[in-house]
């Protein structure tokens, strides 16, 4: 992101080879999982010079793009869990739409192209979409999970300036009631 917003020009390869280390339990995944989810935020909120510059990719597509798709991935399994109370709940208002918006939350444009590509590359792998789809509902709860363990500063109210002053004046005078 420095770079990049210093005029250097990133490039990558596509041939270039990587090799990763998945997570041995779950405790390491949802450590790994909750970390890489708050450093888009982290570097969102250090990037703000570059956040909406439209003279670089970066700054128009690529962290708009990430900061939208976390806050989506934040929210799913709440409107999910919405929808089903919703759906139960009121059963009668909603009678023609019952568990279409519901699946469509879950799956959305990212699980139609997930099955396009295995059906294209790797008919096989198709089989897996269902851990797929349970992988996406525990990402889900990570992405919020981080969300929602953010610790901010305190924010303290600012105090009218004619109050400010009524508590210097009062701190200095020696207090009326005496104890005693």
Excluded at 2 to 23: C, I, M, Q
Excluded at 139 to 157: D, E, G, K
Aim: net charge positive; aromatic share 14%; glycine share 4%.
């Amino acid at each position: 992101m420095r770079l990049a917003a210093a005029g250097f020009h990133n490039v990558a390869d596509p041939k270039a080879v990587y090799y990763s280390e998945t997570p041995a339990s779950y405790a390491h995944l949802r450590e790994q999982r909750t970390r890489w989810f708050r450093s888009i935020y982290h570097l969102a909120a250090r990037n703000r010079a570059v956040l909406l510059d439209r003279r670089t990719m970066i700054g128009t597509f690529v962290l708009p793009f990430n900061l939208v798709n976390a806050a989506r991935r934040a929210m799913l399994a709440p409107l999910l869990i919405y929808a089903a109370i919703a759906g139960f709940a009121f059963h009668t208002t909603f009678t023609s739409l019952r568990w279409q918006p519901i699946v469509a939350t879950l799956l959305g444009m990212s699980m139609i192209m997930t099955v396009i590509v295995c059906l294209i590359w790797r008919p096989d792998s198709v089989k897996y979409i269902p851990a797929y789809l349970c992988f996406r509902l525990l990402r889900s709860y990570f992405t919020l999970a981080a969300v929602l363990t953010f610790v901010y500063p305190p924010m303290y109210p600012r105090i009218p300036g004619n109050l400010r002053l009524f508590r210097r004046r009062h701190r200095a005078e020696p207090s009326l009631t005496r104890r005693g």
